[in-house]
């Protein structure tokens, strides 16, 4: 993920993200800079992707 992609824009693509995908919370989608791994590591366990598909959702929005 390109950290300065999700940091502009990371409150609306959070967004889009609980649209999408109804069971992830405001904790699921927190975001500190330098920890987009983290973010990663939450949404794969949560949503049940690899790193690529939560990549490729992400920049899809």
């Known amino acids: 993920m390109n950290s300065l992609?999700?940091?502009?824009?990371?409150?609306?693509?959070?967004?889009?993200?609980?649209q999408k995908f109804a069971g992830?919370?405001?904790?699921?989608l927190l975001f500190a800079e330098g920890k987009e791994d983290e973010l990663s590591?939450?949404?794969q366990?949560?949503?049940g992707k690899t790193k690529e598909q939560i990549r490729n959702i992400i920049e899809n929005l």
Do not use: V, Y
């Not at 992609?5 to 993200?17: A, H, R, T, V």
């Not at 992830?24 to 699921?28: A, G, N």
């Open 45 to 47: 366990k949560k949503l």
């Open 24 to 28: 992830l919370t405001d904790d699921d």
């Open 41 to 43: 590591g939450r949404l």
């Open 5 to 18: 992609i999700i940091k502009g824009n990371w409150k609306e693509m959070s967004g889009k993200l609980k």
